[in-house]
């Protein structure tokens, strides 16, 4: 996670930025702190990465890499603005001490885009394209990563990282906004998740399904209360958090996280 120390809404890089609206920082700290918190209370540990002055979306931790099974494939920033960010992340992993760290020749917005289930051998990568990832990254990110990558198209601006689209909830099972999805992408998803849990689109559209799950808990936001009853009808236990001042940015809990799978 990186501290919302420069947190700003600067550019319009996405429909959820307004530039010159109010970002209140300390709020916007406060809420991250929550959140950071809350993994802690669950038993995560939870490494930092300096923030950069300059780098006002560096809060959104998640676009900075793609790590599984130790291996990082690094990012690279369809926009100029955030472009220095994949830099700082490939840093903060050489000196964490990870050895195979990529920097990739397409762009790719890390989990923005990249989703993966599971960590073990079997893990499967869902790779989102339409606004931000390069289609060719996903090639890129299934012979870095040794992962089979399922490719997805998103179609609806407001969704346009396959995390607000699609949050994968264990191994078997995503919650997902199937309207966010090209017919060719839903169809590749229904077949793949017949039981797959259906977001309702206000939920969606206060970026609920821009969540994290460890299996068994899903940290989402609190505005998204009908999903948060389905996933506990579902055996899920929801931890909901408040991102108002994050959401301004056009992101929630998952893009404030990056997943370490060492
Ligand atoms: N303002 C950032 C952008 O548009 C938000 C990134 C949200 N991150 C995410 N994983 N969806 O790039």
Redesign the pocket.
């Known amino acids: 996670m990186c501290a919302p120390v420069h947190f700003a809404v600067e550019y319009a ?2 429909p959820w ?1 307004q530039p010159g609206v109010r970002v209140d920082r300390d709020l916007a700290m406060a809420q991250w702190d929550a959140l950071r918190r809350t993994y802690l209370d669950l038993g995560h540990r939870v490494d930092l990465l300096d923030p950069v002055p300059g780098l006002p ?1 560096m809060v ?1 931790a ?2 900075g890499a793609t790590v599984v099974g130790g291996v990082v494939l690094g990012a690279r920033f369809r926009h100029r603005e ?1 472009a220095a960010e994949a830099v700082a992340h490939r840093e903060w992993f050489r000196a964490a001490g990870f050895t195979r760290v990529v920097e990739p020749e397409f762009v790719n917005e890390g ?2 885009d990249l989703l993966v289930l599971g960590n073990r051998a079997g893990a499967v990568v869902f790779a989102g394209t339409g606004f931000r990832t390069d289609p060719r990254a996903h090639a890129e990110a299934a012979a870095v990563l040794g992962r089979p990558v399922v490719s997805l198209e998103l179609v609806d601006p407001c969704y346009y ?1 396959l ?2 689209a699609m949050a994968v909830l264990d191994e078997d099972t995503i919650a997902w906004l199937p309207e966010a999805f090209t017919p060719e992408s839903q169809a590749v998803l229904r077949e793949r998740f017949p039981g797959a849990l259906v977001a309702d689109p206000a939920d969606a559209a206060v970026l609920g399904l ?1 969540a994290v799950s460890d299996g068994r808990h899903v940290v989402l936001p609190a505005e998204a209360t009908r999903l948060a009853a389905e996933l506990a009808a579902r055996g899920f236990v929801p931890v909901p958090v408040e991102m108002s001042e994050l959401l301004k ?3 929630g809990p ?2 404030c996280t990056l997943e370490v799978r060492a």
């Open positions: 890089i996405n930025m979306d959104y998640a676009n955030r989990e923005g990282h995390d607000t821009n940015g056009g992101g998952k893009c």
